[in-house]
């Protein structure tokens, strides 16, 4: 096909079916058009109107919309309300304009019956994207750049320059819209667009294609220990999470990877390096998104906190709801004690007489420690939970009886031996936690 780029990845589109092509107007995404559409393929234009630049933004949206009439394109729009979106969600302006984009080109692909969708990321891009990823400390992932799939999103553009779509744009006479905001170095894109890449091209003229290269090699490197991580998780993790030890014996790269595949998204190193801390010692720690604890020999992901139970004053004789540990404290008042009952710690019996003021149940509290009933010892609530085997994140949520004194009775652990009735006591409260 004379006169058409061989720089266009064609690999990643497919023999048969649409092409829907974003298209912004700008010379860029023309290219994208125009070039597979001379190429043979069979495309569709989408065109997503962010109104952050007024009439410019409506003019662009024109433009595309008349060039695909005229030239008999299949054709799909939408205007969003990107300000509006980014403070419901708490976005930045820039990622909430993305977040839009990139969810109308996935329905107008869905209505348009499309194969793929087609990006315009060219090789600047590319090198701009590594340049930023690396200002900001990225690892191998982000230095790979853009990557040239994602779903069914496709960049073909990837080896292509800048100066080559202009060149080929002004050589076919295909016009295009300029976007005013490119000019504008308040966004750090633009800054790097304007200085960075300009110095490195007087170290390299062809930096952008190097720069690319590089970006090839990091990505099949990444894609090699990412390979390694999920071969490690297929045989040390399960549903109930995943072997500390074996996590912690494999190397840093496979071992922050396995980590971050296990969270869903992509961590900090900071954040995976706590998580490999309480691997070896123990606790839990708060990453974006969730909680991770260690229990037992296994490391748990997306562990929910338990809810703070607030104090309520236990009604005698009646019955208290603590919706929030999903049980009903009923207390009844007993003339006589005739039995004791210890083994399930559901069920307790106090002597009216040993009981400081009202009762009380609620969560544990900071310093808590009781002295249970046929121990001989005090024991904390913190050395009774772990005795149990009460993880952590579960502690919160165990209901605990008080009076004036402090802690009576810790719900299926024990009570204080302090105000224990004993058979024979008489004005005797018995309290048992009913769950529905």
Partial sequence: MTGITMKMDTELLPKDGLILCAVSGGADSMYLLCCLREMGF???AAHFNHGLRG???DRDEAFVRSFCGENDIPFLSEKGDVPAFAAREKLGREEAARALRYAFLE?????????VIATAHTADDNAETMLLHLARGSGLKGLGGIPPVRGRIVRPMLGVTAREVR?????RG????????NRSDDYARNRVRHEAVPALETVNPAFVLAAG????LLRADEAFLRDLAETFLREHADESGVDAGALLAQPWPVASRAVRLLAGWDLSAEHVGAILKIAGDGGQTDVPGMRVAKAGDRLLFGVRRAPVLPERTVTVPGETAVPEAGVTVRAVKFTACTEVVHK???????????ICGSITVAGRKPGDAMRPAGRGCTKTLKQLFAEAGIPPWERDAVPVLRDGAGVLAVMGLGQ????????GDREIIKIEFIRP
């Fill in 42 to 44: 069979p495309v569709a």
């Fill in 55 to 57: 009439e410019e933004s």
């Fill in 107 to 115: 329905r107008a692909a869905d209505a348009l019956g499309a194969a």
């Fill in 167 to 171: 060149d080929w744009l002004d050589r």
């Fill in 174 to 181: 295909i016009p295009h819209v300029e976007d005013s905001s």
């Fill in 213 to 216: 290269r590089t970006a090839a």
């Fill in 344 to 354: 399930s710690y559901n069920i307790f019996f106090f002597q009216c007489e040993n």
């Fill in 416 to 423: 204080a031996e302090r105000a224990a009735a004993r058979p």
